[in-house]
């Protein structure tokens, strides 16, 4: 199949950026599940913005929001795309309401929250399904679009570049293998304008809030493709996700208790009923989510509890179940009524703030290959995500990544006469014994990550990480290619090298910044005021 526009994943990014470019040419859109499983569309806070005046909290800025930003990323933002990012917020708003997203508001004013880091009130947000609201406006807009075609279950098994290819001198992107999962085959997508738009890798660990198609594709794709690697030490982890040992499967397990509610009063509280925060910064629950993160990691280990408490019964009833109604429900599922008992939480991992290092515009260091969302660096995260940033970072980043495709590869250029792909070749079919293999290292994997590599490290806990990840690697790859590719295979292998570039990057930084955290080096170095960069060939 040949299009003009090749985009990997259905997320905000992926979809923002297909949307305009099926004005342009053909677009193909690749989701490896069902619509709508994105992190995205598991998002319950908001989207940052200051609005125009009239519309934002009152003393409200694009420059504070660009503090802010700067504060929170820990010295590694860039502040330049930081200051374009944020000033494009409210076009951004504009965009998404254009495609259906319905916001909350009050009269004809947006509602606003507020969430940690933030000086302000300038969170938009559609009660605490917010991501949900803008998946299911961004997809029903694509459905009905032109030009623009939505295909899912089809998951990238690798991008193809003429490097791979043999023709070194003029390393581009020419398209992808895709395995078609209704079929088991692996065919031939031809595109010369590829957007990584495939998310983030939180089911490298093994509690994280992500849903479970978050296995590294668009990072892993990228790093197999030759594309430069930022900054994948810096592994957000986010304060409070629900605890509960006698809640079963991956809903209970990954369940979100979104920073909005500490943004509305909510307070963290160990089993005594102390605000242990306060003793760690002046912020206390309010501070950024690298710091309340740890701050809970240390009273779990002073403790020995199993977890701490977010704190909302001081609130009047009616409170929650009215200004989170999903948060209240689904608590009540587990036999938490939130209004009445606190609720107990962990910190689980969250969001990568490295990924496929671009520019502002998406662009990569492989020609015609763009990379948006959490899939890609940017800088404007730098060293720690602000709340809330990231939906704003993919919908902007994609209109930007546009321009700049249609500017240095324009659609009525010369066909660039690129060579064959040639057709994949399949292995055996794997017997029962060997895909008990597969599942047994999933969940190595994600305990080394947990144990080795999580909110506090050491570099004796790297080492040992990295060693049992290069052994893994070795039985990924045999696997790989003696067997026919599968989904669980595909989701694994990204997995493995997504840990192994998150276990590099942590080595190489040599001190304590934002979310890097090591018991080894624990101040912060100036010598180390850099992104840390990888490359395979």
Same mark, same amino acid.
């Given at each position: 199949?040949?299009?003009?526009?090749?985009?990997?994943?259905?997320?905000?990014?992926?979809?923002?950026?297909?949307?305009?470019?099926?004005?342009?040419?053909?677009?193909?859109?690749?989701?490896?599940?069902?619509?709508?499983?994105?992190?995205?569309?598991?998002?319950?806070?908001?989207?940052?913005?200051?609005?125009?005046?009239?519309?934002?909290?009152?003393?409200?800025?694009?420059?504070?929001?660009?503090?802010?930003?700067?504060?929170?990323?820990?010295?590694?933002?860039?502040?330049?795309?930081?200051?374009?990012?944020?000033?494009?917020?409210?076009?951004?708003?504009?965009?998404?309401?254009?495609?259906?997203?319905?916001?909350?508001?009050?009269?004809?004013?947006?509602?606003?929250?507020?969430?940690?880091? !933030?000086?302000?009130?300038?969170?938009?947000?559609?009660?605490?399904?917010?991501? !949900?609201?803008?998946?299911?406006?961004?997809?029903?807009?694509?459905?009905?679009?032109?030009?623009?075609?939505?295909?899912?279950?089809?998951?990238?098994?690798?991008?193809?570049?003429?490097?791979?290819?043999?023709?070194?001198?003029?390393?581009?992107?020419?398209?992808?293998?895709?395995?078609?999962?209704?079929?088991?085959?692996?065919?031939?997508?031809?595109?010369?304008?590829?957007?990584?738009?495939?998310?983030?890798?939180?089911?490298?660990?093994?509690?994280?809030?992500?849903?479970?198609?978050?296995?590294?594709?668009?990072?892993?794709?990228?790093?197999?493709?030759?594309?430069?690697?930022?900054?994948?030490?810096?592994?957000?982890? !986010?304060?409070?996700?629900?605890?509960?040992?006698?809640?079963?499967?991956?809903?209970?397990?990954?369940?979100?208790?979104?920073?909005?509610?500490?943004?509305?009063?909510?307070?963290?509280?160990?089993?005594?009923?102390?605000?242990?925060?306060?003793?760690?910064?002046?912020?206390?629950?309010?501070?950024?989510?690298?710091?309340?993160?740890?701050?809970?990691?240390?009273?779990?280990?002073?403790?020995?509890?199993?977890?701490?408490?977010?704190?909302?019964?001081?609130?009047?009833?009616?409170?929650?179940?009215?200004?989170?109604?999903?948060?209240?429900?689904?608590?009540?599922?587990?036999?938490?009524?939130?209004?009445?008992?606190?609720?107990?939480?962990?910190?689980?991992?969250?969001?990568?703030?490295?990924?496929?290092?671009?520019?502002?515009?998406?662009?990569?260091?492989?020609?015609?290959?763009?990379?948006?969302?959490?899939?890609?660096?940017?800088?404007?995260?730098?060293?720690?995500?602000?709340?809330?940033?990231?939906?704003?970072?993919?919908?902007?980043?994609?209109?930007?990544?546009?321009?700049?495709?249609?500017?240095?590869?324009?659609?009525?250029?010369?066909?660039?006469?690129?060579?064959?792909?040639?057709?994949?070749?399949?292995?055996?079919?794997?017997?029962?014994?060997?895909?008990?293999?597969?599942?047994?290292?999933?969940?190595?994997?994600?305990?080394?990550?947990?144990?080795?590599?999580?909110?506090?490290?050491?570099?004796?806990?790297?080492?040992?990480?990295?060693?049992?990840?290069?052994?893994?690697?070795?039985?990924?790859?045999?696997?790989?290619?003696? !067997?026919?590719?599968?989904?669980?295979?595909?989701?694994?292998?990204?997995?493995?090298?997504?840990?192994?570039?998150?276990?590099?990057?942590?080595?190489?930084?040599?001190?304590?910044?934002?979310?890097?955290?090591?018991?080894?080096?624990?101040?912060?170095?100036?010598?180390?005021?850099?992104?840390?960069?990888?490359?395979?060939?």
């Amino acid at each position: 199949m040949t299009a003009d526009f090749l985009v990997i994943g259905a997320g905000i990014a992926g979809l923002s950026f297909a949307l305009r470019a099926a004005k342009h040419g053909s677009v193909v859109v690749l989701a490896k599940g069902r619509l709508g499983e994105s992190n995205t569309a598991w998002a319950q806070g908001g989207i940052a913005s200051v609005l125009p005046e009239g519309g934002c909290d009152a003393g409200d800025s694009v420059e504070h929001h660009v503090r802010d930003t700067l504060e929170a990323g820990a010295g590694l933002c860039r502040e330049e795309v930081v200051r374009a990012i944020v000033a494009d917020g409210a076009d951004a708003i504009d965009d998404l309401a254009s495609y259906g997203v319905q916001f909350d508001r009050e009269n004809s004013h947006y509602l606003l929250g507020r969430e940690g880091g !933030h000086s302000h009130r300038r969170i938009l947000h559609a009660k605490d399904t917010t991501g !949900h609201e803008i998946s299911r406006a961004l997809v029903e807009a694509a459905r009905r679009t032109p030009n623009l075609t939505l295909l899912e279950d089809h998951f990238v098994v690798d991008l193809v570049t003429s490097g791979k290819l043999g023709a070194v001198a003029d390393d581009r992107v020419l398209g992808a293998y895709v395995l078609v999962k209704r079929t088991g085959e692996v065919a031939v997508f031809r595109s010369d304008r590829v957007v990584l738009a495939a998310g983030g890798c939180g089911k490298v660990y093994l509690y994280t809030t992500n849903p479970d198609s978050a296995t590294g594709d668009g990072v892993a794709l990228g790093w197999r493709a030759g594309a430069t690697i930022a900054n994948m030490e810096f592994i957000q982890f !986010h304060p409070t996700c629900f605890y509960n040992p006698a809640a079963v499967g991956p809903e209970a397990r990954s369940f979100l208790v979104s920073e909005a509610v500490r943004g509305e009063g909510g307070v963290l509280v160990n089993a005594r009923g102390e605000d242990f925060t306060k003793s760690i910064d002046p912020r206390g629950s309010l501070a950024p989510r690298d710091i309340v993160a740890r701050a809970i990691d240390r009273e779990l280990k002073r403790s020995g509890a199993h977890c701490v408490y977010l704190d909302v019964t001081h609130k009047p009833r009616g409170f929650m179940s009215g200004q989170f109604p999903h948060i209240h429900a689904t608590l009540l599922e587990f036999g938490i009524d939130c209004e009445r008992q606190p609720i107990p939480v962990v910190p689980a991992a969250h969001y990568q703030c490295g990924g496929v290092l671009t520019d502002v515009h998406g662009r990569t260091s492989v020609r015609g290959l763009y990379a948006v969302g959490e899939a890609a660096c940017t800088g404007l995260h730098g060293a720690n995500r602000l709340a809330s940033n990231s939906l704003l970072e993919g919908n902007v980043v994609a209109r930007l990544a546009l321009d700049d495709i249609l500017r240095r590869f324009p659609m009525e250029a010369e066909p660039l006469n690129p060579p064959a792909i040639p057709d994949w070749e399949h292995g055996d079919t794997a017997p029962p014994d060997e895909l008990v293999v597969i599942y047994h290292n999933w969940d190595e994997l994600r305990r080394v990550m947990w144990d080795y590599v999580s909110i506090v490290r050491t570099d004796n806990r790297l080492r040992r990480a990295a060693a049992r990840i290069r052994n893994l690697e070795k039985e990924v790859r045999e696997f790989y290619w003696g !067997h026919r590719v599968n989904s669980d295979i595909l989701e694994l292998r990204n997995l493995v090298d997504a840990a192994g570039l998150i276990v590099e990057c942590a080595l190489r930084r040599k001190e304590s910044r934002g979310l890097h955290f090591t018991l080894d080096h624990p101040q912060t170095s100036e010598a180390y005021r850099a992104d840390t960069l990888l490359r395979r060939f």
